[in-house]
Every structure is written in structure tokens, then in C-alpha cells.
């Protein structure tokens, strides 16, 4: 059974850094592209970034404007989300998503909560 | 990347059909056939229930379908039942990658 275990999130500055760990189980992690998916409380789904199975290929949502890193290390099952420079308008629960193929996010671990606050 | 639009809300009666859109562009549901659908109930992750336009992952009920025409996609539920009351989201590739619906609110009367 797919199993995708968030952490490292937490209460933060405006201006601070974070980074998010995904521990993943249950199926081959390096077979599976990975994203990271956001969501404000109460708001939609926010598309964030996207690796390929080896980690050659990185995509991130415009809008991050080169503040947040995606990486990964298949030896060690994990997907991870370095955040700087971080806003209040990132407070959001972070999802680690699984591509299951066509573009289709069949796994989604429970996600943890980023809180930027003065 | 512009959200996709959705309705805000959508509401049935138990039995009845209701169909959510999801409208974008030539960019983006226009170009590609990677529409997928997402349901999200109250405080719980979404779940996959449509991928590729029109197919449904194992286990989910084939009360859901999904249909697209041009630049806009749709997700139809039938035989509405009380668990269906939910958040959904569309979503597809675009050229600058990925982008999500603005979600609807459906209601089961």
C-alpha cells in the first residue's frame, strides 16, 4: 500500500527558511515522479513543483519565483521541498503527491501545516 | 498559469445527475488530454477520481465520468448520494506544466 509521510513543517517568520521531508512506502519510489501540491486552510489546490523519477527533470510553479527548491533521494525513498524567503502568503498545508501517470496525482501523503507569522 | 474556472457551487436532489465544468484553454485543457478530477471531502486529502479526461482508477464508483470538449472539461455524477457532497477540483497539464480548478462546492440536497 502507497504510503507518503510529510514532515519539517511548523511556525515560521516572514524572511525564514523550511524544508520538507516526504518519506515514501509501498511501491518503487524511483519509478514515480513526484510533486508538491498546496493548499491554504479553506482555499483550492495549488499546484507547487514537480520532479522526474531520476531528479533531471524540475519544474516549479511560477509564481515561487526561484524561492523554493525540490530534490530527491531515491536511495533513501524520500522527496524533499526547501522553502526560503518565506511569506505569509505561503501558509499552507504542503502535500507530497504521487504522479501515477498522465499527469494523474493517484497518492497523496496527509500533509503538514506551514505557518508564516510575525 | 491561470486557474482553471469552475463553478462555485453545484446542488442535487439524491438520484439526480449533476455535471461540474471546468473551463480553460488553448493552452492547457485545449492542448492536452491529461484532464484529471479530484474529490475532497471536509478536512481529508483529495482523492483521485478521473484521469486522462474520461477514466476512472480502480474502485472508484463509475457514477463518475468525465467527458471534454475543446478548451473545457467535465465531470457528470449520477444517481447523486449523500457521501458525494464534496469539494471538487479539476486540473490538467498546460505548457508552463500544471495548474488546478478553482474547485465547486457540490451539495447534495
Known amino acids: 500500500q502507497v504510503h507518503l509521510v510529510e514532515s519539517g513543517g511548523g511556525l515560521v517568520k516572514p524572511g525564514e527558511s523550511l524544508r520538507l521531508s516526504c518519506e515514501a512506502s509501498g511501491f518503487t519510489f524511483s519509478d514515480y515522479f513526484m510533486n508538491w501540491i498546496r493548499q491554504a486552510p479553506g482555499k483550492g489546490l495549488e499546484w507547487v513543483s514537480y520532479i522526474s523519477s531520476s531528479g533531471r527533470a524540475i519544474y516549479y510553479a511560477d509564481s515561487l519565483k526561484g524561492r523554493f527548491t525540490i530534490s530527491r533521494d531515491n536511495a533513501k525513498n524520500s522527496l524533499f521541498l526547501q522553502m526560503n524567503s518565506l511569506r505569509a502568503d505561503d501558509t499552507a498545508f504542503y502535500y507530497c503527491?504521487?504522479?501515477?501517470?498522465?499527469?494523474?496525482?493517484?497518492?497523496w501523503g496527509q500533509g503538514t501545516l506551514v505557518t508564516v507569522s510575525s | 498559469q491561470s486557474a482553471l474556472t469552475q463553478p462555485a457551487s453545484v446542488s442535487g436532489s439524491p438520484g439526480q445527475s449533476i455535471t461540474i465544468s471546468c473551463t480553460g484553454t488553448?493552452?492547457?485543457?485545449?492542448?492536452?488530454?491529461?484532464v484529471s478530477w479530484y474529490q475532497q471531502h471536509p478536512g481529508k486529502v483529495p482523492k483521485l477520481m478521473i484521469y486522462?479526461?474520461?477514466n476512472r482508477p480502480s474502485g472508484v464508483s463509475n457514477r463518475f465520468s468525465g467527458s471534454k470538449s475543446g478548451n473545457t472539461a467535465s465531470l457528470t455524477i449520477s444517481g447523486l448520494q449523500a457521501e458525494d457532497e464534496a469539494d471538487y477540483f479539476c486540473s490538467s497539464c498546460t505548457t508552463n506544466y500544471f495548474v488546478f480548478g478553482t474547485g465547486t462546492k457540490v451539495t447534495v440536497l
Open positions: 503527491v504521487r504522479d501515477g501517470g498522465g499527469w494523474s496525482l493517484d497518492s
Open positions: 488553448r493552452n492547457d485543457i485545449g492542448a492536452y488530454n491529461y
Open positions: 486522462e479526461v474520461n
